[in-house]
């Protein structure tokens, strides 16, 4: 008897521990970019470096709470939705790594007057990210705080996409750049837009889960 | 052939089994949060201990109804029942065992020309009506506490999760101990009256009665019809009938235990009778009706009145007229076939007489009337044929009437101190009673209140007390040991011998 309710209180901690590893790996991500942005390069390959092994510890742990819920016929009802939106969330981290990686890859360079407004656009992207780990946290434990915090995610993505167009507008209109750096810059910017859309969409499940579990 | 005879009742418990089983365990087991090896384990242990422990109540009513009194009729009527509950699933409308059983009980009343209780079939209809709207009422309560105080507690989903399961296997064990306790009567109700078994004591521990032996029959071929049937049910509860999140689902069931309990319960009775309360009848009522009340209850918490299907009540209301009516009239030719075709007892009439004895203890109770003075000295076979002498003879008040034929029923009881000290409980009835009883040794008694006047005369402990509110579950008690006697010391031949028995009363 006692086991069961041992065996629950562990599922909660690698529940928790996996959206641990999700926000973490967003303030690095961030931490990283401003490093990045400020030429210290040698600092944001170990970020970048730190976010690729966070990932790779979220899949983990991701394959052994759906296990978990599988093997132990646990959640019947919520089971797909709970499955879902740790498939989602994990998504959203892989872009995450993926985007640092990139960084590391292709190495953009900004012209000095984009680098404040590519670092607005990294902070509201990345905390529409801390607020979908908020509110998937909040369907597990109190769901009275949804709404609360699936309201902010929206408003960091429609930030993130005034942001964006405000830097490519700027972009585009300079004459000074070549179209091909024009069009390298543009895709980082978009990468970081992808990452707000791909958090609003978890936080939208999450809605809709919500509204199916509150009785 | 006792055994033979008991099958139709325990083919009518099989399909309580199998069909109410899932109005307890159903959405658990449906929606996979227990289960259906586990559902089955307590659901089976539950019943058997209901029916057991409690289920006296509920079936004590049903007797008054009818007391089928011939081990033939009870088949019969068990038979009819269960044709009427299988013919009527078939035909894909709602049915309860309940409905059925009453329905059947009074057809063989009109068969054997029994009195129908009027005021007990009251109680039993007007039941059916208000069960499923307590249980709404208990559901719509419910429902909301659980709502507000989950919103306040904050619990984790998983936590959550294994919390209901853990409720929903403890009030299903509630709900399938509420079952057994109210609708054993159902299955094993008809029977107790023509009752074959005697007391059994298990190792010297744990004395069952008769009454208890046949309600643990009743309650295995229970069980047997939840292990062999009622997983195709519970899957069709869970996933078709109503959609019902497990939290909600376990709310219904809740209500509908508490129902079932609340209608069958003794000990609560004898606590609201303590507490100076009205008293709840005890009724078997349809588990099925409830849940389907448990759910309108929740449909109007979450403020969803609209929602609901106004075709399922109207066709749970054409059910309480049309399943009683098809059992009546199925019982009532099933009985003709069985006395006249198959040649079997299916009642021991009743007779009535106004004897010399019997218009002066009529005399003694301030019942007085021209009209019983003409019908003295004559014997009538059946119970309606009196009531309709009386009605037209006399200028007597129904109730009267009623106290003018229970006086004038013809019994034949015997005492016989060997058979006291074999057959009655030293534990439950009083040295004294005993002492009293014993000492009318040889005794031959033509009417139950003489015996019941010769053992007031001896000891005080055999008089009843004043009619009050609290004397109630004494007298009741009292009224139980006194049932215990004309059933151990009846001698049933006695009866057809008419002849003897009109020179025991002088006639």
Redesign the interface.
């Given at each position: 008897m006692f086991s069961?309710?041992r065996k629950?209180k562990e599922?909660?901690g690698k529940?928790d521990e996996f959206l641990n590893v999700i926000l973490e790996a967003a303030l690095e991500f961030k931490q990283g970019m401003k490093y990045y942005l400020e030429g210290d390069f040698d600092e944001f390959e170990k970020r970048s470096e730190h976010v690729d092994q966070l990932e790779g510890r979220a899949d983990r742990l991701r394959r052994e709470i759906e296990n978990k819920l599988y093997m132990e016929?646990?959640?019947?009802?919520?089971r797909g939705d709970?499955l879902a939106l740790l498939e989602n969330s994990d998504d959203v981290l892989n872009i995450v790594a993926d985007t640092i990686v990139e960084f590391s890859v292709e190495k953009p360079e900004f012209p000095p007057e984009i680098n404040s407004h590519f670092m607005g656009l990294v902070d509201v992207s990345l905390e529409a990210v801390e607020e979908m780990v908020a509110t998937v946290r909040a369907?597990?434990?109190?769901?009275?705080a949804v709404r609360d915090h699936v309201t902010k995610i929206m408003f960091f993505e429609k930030e993130s996409d005034k942001i964006g167009e405000r830097i490519k507008r700027f972009l585009f209109d300079k004459s000074d750049i070549d179209l091909s750096r024009k069009i390298h810059i543009r895709t980082f910017v978009t990468y970081l837009q992808t990452i707000a859309d791909k958090a609003e969409d978890v936080g939208d499940r999450v809605s809709i889960y919500t509204i199916k579990?509150l009785? | 052939m006792t055994c033979f005879y008991l099958t139709s009742g325990l083919f009518l418990g099989w399909s309580l089994g199998a069909n109410d089983a899932a109005n307890v365990f159903g959405t658990a087991v449906g929606?996979?949060?227990v289960r259906f090896k586990l559902a089955a384990m307590v659901a089976s242990i539950f019943v058997i201990l209901g029916a057991v422990i409690s289920g006296a109540g509920a079936a004590h009513t049903l007797g008054k109804l009818g007391s089928v009194n011939a081990l033939g009729g009870s088949f019969t009527v068990a038979l009819a029942a269960s044709l009427t509950v299988s013919w009527m699933t078939k035909l894909g409308l709602p049915v309860s065992t309940t409905q059925a059983i009453v329905g059947a009980i009074v057809g063989w009343d009109f068969f054997s020309g029994a009195l129908v209780d009027t005021d007990a079939l009251t109680k039993i209809v007007s039941t059916w009506g208000i069960s499923p709207l307590l249980t709404a009422f208990f559901s719509f309560l419910l429902?909301k506490l659980?709502?507000w105080s989950l919103?306040a507690i904050?619990?984790?989903?998983?936590?959550m999760?294994?919390n209901t399961r853990l409720a929903l296997i403890l009030i299903g064990a509630f709900g399938a101990y509420s079952l057994g306790a109210n609708n054993i009567a159902n299955v094993m109700g008809v029977f107790v009256t023509a009752n074959p078994f005697p007391d059994v004591n298990i190792l010297g521990i744990l004395t069952l009665t008769g009454k208890q032996l046949l309600f643990l029959i009743g309650g295995i071929a229970i069980a047997v019809g939840i292990y062999s049937y009622s997983y195709r049910v519970m899957k069709t509860v869970g996933s078709d009938l109503f959609k019902l999140?497990?939290?909600?689902a376990l709310i219904v069931v809740f209500s509908e235990s508490i129902v079932l309990f609340i209608f069958a319960s003794q000990k609560l009775e004898h606590f609201l009778i303590r507490m100076n309360l009205p008293t709840i009848p005890l009724v078997p009522v349809s588990s099925s009706q409830a849940v389907v009340g448990g759910v309108i209850g929740i449909a109007f918490a979450?403020g969803g009145g609209r929602a609901i299907n106004f075709k399922v009540l109207t066709r749970i209301f054409w059910g309480w007229i049309v399943t009683p009516l098809t059992a009546g009239v199925i019982s009532f030719f099933a009985l003709f076939f069985m006395q006249n075709v198959f040649q079997q007892k299916v009642y021991e009439p009743i007779s009535y007489v106004v004897s010399e004895a019997v218009y002066e203890k009529l005399g003694d109770m301030d019942i007085r009337d021209p009209g019983l003075g003409v019908l003295k000295g004559k014997v009538f076979r059946n119970g309606r044929r009196f009531k309709k002498a009386l009605k037209s003879l006399t200028k007597l008040s129904s109730g009267k009437i009623n106290e003018v034929i229970e006086i004038a029923e013809i019994d034949s009881l015997k005492i016989d101190s060997i058979v006291a000290s074999e057959k009655l409980n030293p534990h439950w009835f009083t040295y004294a009673q005993l002492k009293a009883l014993k000492s009318l040794h040889g005794r031959v008694f033509a009417h139950k209140w003489q015996l019941v006047d010769a053992l007031a005369e001896l000891s005080e402990e055999w008089r009843f007390r004043e009619n009050t509110r609290k004397n109630r579950p004494y007298n009741q008690e009292l009224k139980k040991k006194y049932e215990k006697l004309f059933e151990v010391f009846r001698i049933s031949r006695m009866r057809e011998k008419h002849n003897e028995l009109h020179e025991l009363m002088g006639l």
């Open positions: 069961v309710f629950t599922l909660e529940i016929m646990l959640l019947p009802e919520a709970v369907y597990f434990k109190d769901l009275t579990r009785m | 929606t996979k949060m429902f659980t709502r919103r904050k619990m984790h989903i998983l936590e999760d294994l999140s497990p939290i909600a979450k």
